[in-house]
Structure formats: structure tokens, C-alpha cells
């Protein structure tokens, strides 16, 4: 170790140094250390690579190799390659074998056919086992595929030579059957076993005996039904007992496919069954299918597999179930017959211990049934709330004879709409008490409140009640969801609101029809609304629509009394001004702002029904800038007061314009005395406002259109007014040191000044000769010339003197 460590671990020496001196000592030694230690790993590092270097020659074939230089990857693997050969030449040799047989076969007799091909199908057949036996599993399969399509030419080629008369459907029959028994033998043989392919294609073959069987008898579309039906039933009961993969696909795959025809034609038998004999017959088909799907949903291991098939089973149940009372009960019953089917399926279920997926499937199921009876009943209820829009092309034409005409203006009525709303309310009871999973509850209410207001709605129409009576029950239904809205739990009551305005707009095109029936409506809704905005949550949208009824009856009222459009616009600015005391009212900010918003929209409406007679239209104004100003007065609506001045100014104009008054000054004036006062106002409380913020725009509302006139008036009466108004607005802006009245005064006032002596200056200039002009203005050049210094002083301090002021 270094001399400044052995001296600090030393004892029993006398001189030791300093803290600070021993402690820079020791990073020195370190850095020192840390050097050297650098050093010795570069060295290293160059002797490595000159041992590499040196040893590469020597071992050429330890040199790395560069990925370009590899071998090439193999696109396909071994397995693959075998395989598309296998099939390849097993396609060929079943080509070749087809060739022979349709081609070939009449330059043979009947011994040679025969022993051609039964000597090269048992060949087909038997290779196999040897290749078994040697571990060529793949090539065993394609040779047995060859083995598989030999038999079905040679039961083909039998039908050709021996058997041409007999029937070819039933020989198909008899040869399908033929053929799964002997593929199946084939296959479950101790030496062929381990072949996949036997077993899968005699379930592909065992699809069509009995289905051909039928067909070759004449059988009626039934018996093909319960023959398809009867095939998927095997099909399932052998899908649920073997353990093969592959003969559990091709017998599920043929289950739904026979099976999935079998219903089809059994709905379409039940469907057009003209009887109850015939609905029976079809019941029973579809009932059989139910049984085959909930026997494989009882016995099945995938739960979402076991899941469809119990939706499937617990529809095919119901369409059993109703397949006769369908014939029997008149045609408006046969939807809540297949519903209450529905809902007894889903008690059923319930009641039974029953496999998970099998009661769920059952309730799906009853779900599917009411929500198709829900879809049946939806055409009724869209022509019950839209159909009344008819109205508004028919306004006061005349009062219907009953609720059903109220509602059917431009549709026919339909024909099996009686049972809708019974429909609507068994769904609405099964949802309010049948739904019991907490996450489910909730939105269930929210369906039974909606179906329960959809049933009562229908109930006038299709009960055919008197106008009078269809339109209070619509009434009595708008207050039931208003009340609704405003006691039922916080997740109903936005659903109950939407409900009841929607009830208020059916009943508002409803009254549409007569004209005392419009105006007691639009009254009662008018106090409904209002009376419910008070001191509730939901007031920020029943105040707004309580206004656009208010609205609506006075627009109403004022066309029952014959007045004029401009006229009637006197009665609906009550509603604005209603709204604008209403406002400054304390209530939640939400609701003042829609009110307000409301307010705005119904003095708009004013102002389009006045727009049609000027004197009116100033009148209305002039209220609409009222009602602004006194909103303008309450906190944190200052920005209104703009809206009432425009408004006033609006009015100003359109009076002036009724007078046919075509001076500018008369409409800009009343622009720019407010306007220069609220400038000076505000001058006064900030002296930094600059006078071009505080008068800039009041005097040119009025200078500038003047000025205009002024250069187009023939007169010398307006350019001397102007003139002297722009002689005192600069006067008065050196005076005070502003700004905006000297700039805006001095232009107003040179161009007043040069439009009036330009007369005088053409005529001058057409009395000097010509070369006078040309001369006087070079004359004017030198002097300019000859003062330009003087001039840019001169400039310099106004300049100046405009900068110091403000």
C-alpha cells in the first residue's frame, strides 16, 4: 500500500497529517489506481483480438457466417408436403377410377366389370393395413379415402349394369345405407381402427337413408320433416356418446344441419296449417326438435354450446305450443297467445332443478318471445304518437268522432291492434316481478314504467273512446308521469319526464282538430307545467316547456280571436316578460339559464309574427328591449344591456322607416347620443379608456353615413349642418386634448370642405389655359421643395401633440 495509507493505519507512529491533507492523499492514490487498472484492460482487449486474428487462418471453418450466406429456410415443413402429396395422388387414382367406370366400363363384360372392380377396391381397402403396420399413418389414410370412393363407383356402377330399372332414389336410399354400415364396419376393424377417415364419412352417409327413404315413398313435406328430425336425434345421441373428435364433429355439423331443415319445414307446415289437425302434426314436429336440442343442452359440456341450444330448445317449445291455438283463436290473440306461452316456459323453468344453462337458456328464450311480441306491437304505437301530426295540415278542420280517428289522420288503422296493449302489460308485469338480479332491477322498472305508460296511451284508440274522453286521458296520463317524474326514484325520473312531454306534444296535435279543444289544452298544459316547475329538480325542463305552451296559447288565442299576426305578437310578449321575472327569481343557475334561453326564443317568434307591419314590429321591439334592459339590471347579466340597446335602436329604425323617413341622421343619431354618453360615463370612472374606445364608434355612427349622403345630396343644406357638426367635434377634441374627436372631426370637416368647393375649383380650372394647372403645380413642388425641412418639423410636433393626448 501506499506510504499516506501505512502511515494512517499506524499507530504507533508520532506524525499523522491532517484530516483534509490524509483524505486528498488517498483520492489521489485511488485515481491512480483507477488508472492503471484502464491501462490493463485495453491491453487486454488488443491481445484478445490479436489471438482471434491469428487463429482464423489456421480454422477456416470456425469463421462465422453471414446470414446471406446460410442455407435457405424451407417454405413448407416435411408433414405438409407429404400430405398435399397423399391427397394428390389419392384424387388422381379416384379420378382415374371415375374415368374408368363411366367411360371404360361397356368394352367389358359382366364378369371382367365385376372383377376389375372388386379386385381394386378390396386392394384399396386392404393396402392399408400392411401401411399401419409400418407406421405410415398418412399414406393408410389417403389409400383408404381411394378405398372409400372405389365403393360408392361400385355401387354406383351395380345400379348401372344389374339394377338400371329399379327406382334411383331408393336405390340411393338402400346404397347410402349400404355404404354407412360398411364404412362404419370398416372402420371399428381391430386392424383399421387407427384410420380417422371411415368413421366420419359413414356418419356423412347416414344423413340421407331415411331422408331418400321418404323421398322415394312420396311421403307428405311431414314425414320428411320428422325423417330430417329423426336423423338429427341419432346424430345427437351418437354426438353424445362416442369420444372420437372427428366423428363428434361430423355428427354434430350433420345434427344441425338435418335438424335445422326439419325445423324449418315444420314452421313452415305450422305456419300454413289450415287446421287443427294439421297445426297438430307440425306442433308435434317442432315439439320432437325440442326435445333433441334440450337432450343435448342436459347433456352437453361446452356451457355456452348447452346455452344456445336451450334458447333454441325453449322457442321450438312455445311454436309447438302454439301451433294450434294459433288455428283455433282469432287472429288478434294468436301474439299474446305465443306470449303467455313464453312467460309460463320461463315459470316452468324456474320452478325445476334444472341444469344452469338449461334454465338460462329458458329465460332467454322467454325474453326472445315478449321482446318478438314487444316488436309486434310497435307499428300500433308509432302510429298512435305520430299519426296525430296529421293535424297540422288540418288545423280547426273539425273534432273526429272518436279517439281512434284522433289519432289514424293519413293511416289505416291496423286490423289486429285490439291486443297490443294487453301485450304491453304482461311484458311490464314479468319485468316488474320476475327480475330479481340487482344489477338487473333497475333498468327492468325503468321498462315497466315505459311499457305501462305505452299500453295507456293505447288504450283510447283502441278501445275507440269519444274525442273528448281519448283527449283527457291523455291529459290525466301527462300529470300521472309528471308526478311520476317528480316522486319515483332518481333513475325513473328523467325516463317519466321524457314520457310525460312526449304525452303533452301527442295531446297538443290531438286538440288540433277543434279549436276549443286547442285552446283548453294549451291552457291546461300550460298550468300543468308551471305547476309542477315549482320547487322541484326537474323545473329546468318543465319551466322552459310550461313557456313554449304559454307561447302556444297565445299564439292560439289570438288566432281565435281573428287578429293579426303583428297583433297577436302583443300577446305573446307576456311570455318573455313572464319568463324575465320568473328569471330574477333565486332557482337553480341550470333553470334560470333555460328559461332565459326560452324567453329569447319566444321574443324571437314575436318579432317574426309582427314582421309584417312595421308600426307593430317598432312597438315590439321596443317591449323586447323593456324586457332586456330589466334583465341587464340583475347581477351577472350586464352584457344583456348591449341586446336592449340594439333592440331599441331596432325599434328606432323601424318606426322611422314606417314614417318614410330617408335622412341617415335620423337613425344615427339615436345611435350615437347613447353611445357618446355611455362613453363619457365610463370615461369619467377610468380615465385610461381612450376616446377613440369611449367616442370612437358613436361618431362615426353618425358622421361617416352623413358624410355619404352629403357627397350625393344636390343641396347645400346638409353638407353646411355637417360641416358645422364636424367644426365643433374637433373644436371641442383640441379643446379637451382628445383623440378620436379631432381625427374624425378634421376628416368630416376637409371632406365636407373639399366637396363643396370642388364646383368652384372645375370652373377655375377650365378658365386658366393649359398650361396653367402645370405650372401652379410646379410652383407648389418647389415651394414644398424649398419648405420640406420646416414642414417635417411641422409634422414632427403634431405628432407630438396628438401623442400627448388620449
Not at 333553470?591 to 317598432?618: H, K, S
Request: hydrophobic fraction near 60%; include cysteine; charged fraction near 10%.
Amino acid at each position: 500500500m501506499s506510504g499516506a495509507v501505512t502511515r494512517a493505519t499506524l499507530p504507533a507512529m508520532t506524525h499523522l497529517p491532517p484530516p483534509a491533507e490524509e483524505l486528498r492523499l488517498l483520492d489521489a492514490e485511488l485515481r491512480q489506481l483507477d488508472a492503471r487498472r484502464a491501462q490493463l484492460l485495453t491491453r487486454r482487449a488488443w491481445l484478445v483480438a490479436a489471438l482471434r486474428q491469428t487463429a482464423q487462418p489456421s480454422r477456416p471453418w470456425a469463421q462465422p457466417r453471414t446470414p446471406s450466406a446460410g442455407a435457405p429456410r424451407p417454405e413448407a415443413a416435411a408433414p405438409s408436403v407429404q400430405n398435399v402429396l397423399l391427397v394428390l395422388g389419392g384424387v388422381l387414382l379416384t379420378l382415374a377410377a371415375a374415368v374408368f367406370t363411366l367411360v371404360s366400363w361397356g368394352h367389358m363384360g359382366i364378369t371382367g366389370r365385376a372383377l376389375v372392380l372388386g379386385a381394386v377396391t378390396l386392394t384399396a381397402l386392404a393396402v392399408p393395413v400392411p401401411l399401419l403396420g409400418r407406421g405410415l399413418r398418412s399414406t393408410a389414410e389417403a389409400v383408404a379415402g381411394l378405398g372409400l370412393a372405389l365403393t360408392v363407383l361400385d355401387a354406383y356402377a351395380l345400379h348401372a349394369a344389374a339394377l338400371a330399372g329399379t327406382d334411383g332414389t331408393g336405390y340411393a336410399a338402400a346404397a347410402t345405407a349400404a355404404l354407412a354400415a360398411v364404412w362404419a364396419a370398416y372402420g371399428l376393424l381391430p386392424v383399421t381402427a387407427a384410420l380417422r377417415l371411415p368413421l366420419p364419412a359413414a356418419v356423412a352417409a347416414a344423413q340421407f337413408p331415411l331422408l331418400l327413404g321418404v323421398l322415394a315413398a312420396g311421403a307428405e313435406p311431414s314425414v320428411i320433416a320428422a325423417a330430417l328430425l329423426v336423423t338429427a336425434g341419432l346424430d345427437t345421441v351418437v354426438a353424445l356418446r362416442v369420444r372420437g373428435a372427428s366423428v363428434r364433429i361430423a355428427t354434430v355439423v350433420g345434427a344441425y344441419a338435418t335438424g335445422g331443415c326439419g325445423v324449418l319445414v315444420a314452421g313452415w307446415l305450422s305456419w300454413t296449417a289450415d287446421g287443427p289437425g294439421a297445426a297438430s302434426r307440425a306442433g308435434a314436429l317442432l315439439l320432437l326438435a325440442a326435445g333433441i336440442a334440450l337432450a343435448a343442452a342436459w347433456r352437453g359440456t361446452g356451457a355456452a354450446h348447452s346455452l344456445g341450444l336451450s334458447i333454441a330448445s325453449g322457442l321450438l317449445a312455445v311454436g309447438a305450443a302454439g301451433a294450434v291455438p294459433r288455428t283455433v283463436v282469432p287472429s288478434a290473440w294468436v301474439v299474446p297467445v305465443h306470449l303467455a306461452l313464453g312467460v309460463a316456459l320461463s315459470a316452468v323453468l324456474r320452478a325445476g332443478r334444472l341444469p344452469r344453462a338449461v334454465r338460462h337458456g329458458g329465460v332467454w328464450a322467454s325474453a326472445a318471445v315478449q321482446g318478438l311480441a314487444l316488436l309486434w306491437t310497435l307499428p300500433v304505437l308509432a302510429l298512435v304518437v305520430l299519426g296525430p301530426a296529421g293535424w297540422l295540415g288540418r288545423v280547426w278542420s273539425g273534432a273526429p268522432s272518436d279517439a281512434r280517428a284522433a289519432v289514424a289522420v293519413d293511416a289505416p288503422w291496423p286490423p289486429d291492434a285490439a291486443t297490443a296493449p294487453v301485450v304491453l302489460l304482461v311484458v311490464a308485469a314479468v319485468l316488474a316481478r320476475v327480475v330479481r338480479v340487482e344489477q338487473w332491477r333497475a333498468r327492468a322498472r325503468l321498462g315497466a314504467l315505459g311499457l305501462l305508460w305505452a299500453a295507456a296511451l293505447l288504450l283510447p284508440a283502441v278501445l275507440t273512446v269519444p274525442y273528448a274522453a281519448g283527449a283527457a286521458v291523455l291529459a290525466v296520463l301527462t300529470a300521472a308521469a309528471l308526478y311520476t317524474a317528480r316522486t319515483a326514484w332518481a333513475e325513473a325520473r328523467i325516463t317519466a319526464l321524457v314520457l310525460a312531454l312526449v304525452t303533452a306534444v301527442d295531446l297538443t296535435l290531438v286538440s288540433l282538430a277543434s279549436r276549443s279543444a286547442t285552446l283548453i289544452v294549451l291552457s291546461v298544459l300550460t298550468a300543468l307545467l308551471a305547476a309542477f316547475s315549482w320547487r322541484t329538480e326537474l323545473a329546468f325542463c318543465t319551466a322552459p316547456a310550461a313557456l313554449v305552451y304559454a307561447a302556444a296559447l297565445a299564439s292560439a288565442a289570438g288566432a281565435a280571436a281573428d287578429w293579426p299576426p303583428a297583433r297577436t305578437a302583443l300577446l305573446v310578449l307576456a311570455v318573455p316578460a313572464a319568463a324575465a321575472l320568473l328569471a330574477a327569481r333565486p332557482a337553480e343557475p341550470r333553470t334560470v339559464v333555460a328559461v332565459e334561453i326560452t324567453a329569447a326564443a319566444t321574443g324571437l317568434l314575436a318579432v317574426g309574427l309582427a314582421a309584417t307591419d312595421p308600426p307593430l314590429l317598432a312597438v315590439v321591439l321596443a317591449l323586447c328591449g323593456v324586457i332586456a334592459a330589466g334583465t341587464a339590471l340583475r347581477p351577472g347579466r350586464r352584457p344583456v344591456g348591449y341586446a336592449a340597446t340594439a333592440l331599441f335602436v331596432l325599434a328606432a329604425w323601424v318606426r322611422l322607416a314606417a314614417w318614410d323617413v330617408s335622412a341617415p341622421e335620423a337613425y344615427t343619431l339615436p345611435v350615437t347620443v347613447p353611445a357618446l354618453l355611455v362613453g363619457a360615463l365610463r370615461r369619467r370612472r377610468d380615465p385610461r379608456v381612450t376616446s377613440w374606445t369611449a367616442y370612437g364608434a358613436g361618431l362615426a355612427a353618425t358622421l361617416l353615413p352623413s358624410l355619404v349622403a352629403a357627397w350625393g345630396d344636390p343641396h347645400w343644406t346638409r353638407p353646411l349642418l355637417l360641416g358645422a357638426a364636424a367644426l365643433a367635434v374637433t373644436l371641442l377634441g383640441a379643446r379637451h386634448h382628445l383623440k378620436a374627436p379631432l381625427v374624425l372631426g378634421g376628416a368630416v370637416l376637409t371632406l365636407v370642405t373639399l366637396h363643396e368647393l370642388a364646383p368652384y375649383v372645375v370652373q377655375v380650372t377650365g378658365a386658366l389655359p393649359r398650361w396653367a394647372p402645370p405650372a401652379l403645380a410646379g410652383l407648389l413642388l418647389l415651394a414644398l421643395g424649398a419648405t420640406y425641412e420646416q414642414r417635417l418639423r411641422d409634422v414632427r410636433r403634431v405628432r407630438e401633440v396628438l401623442g400627448r393626448m388620449s
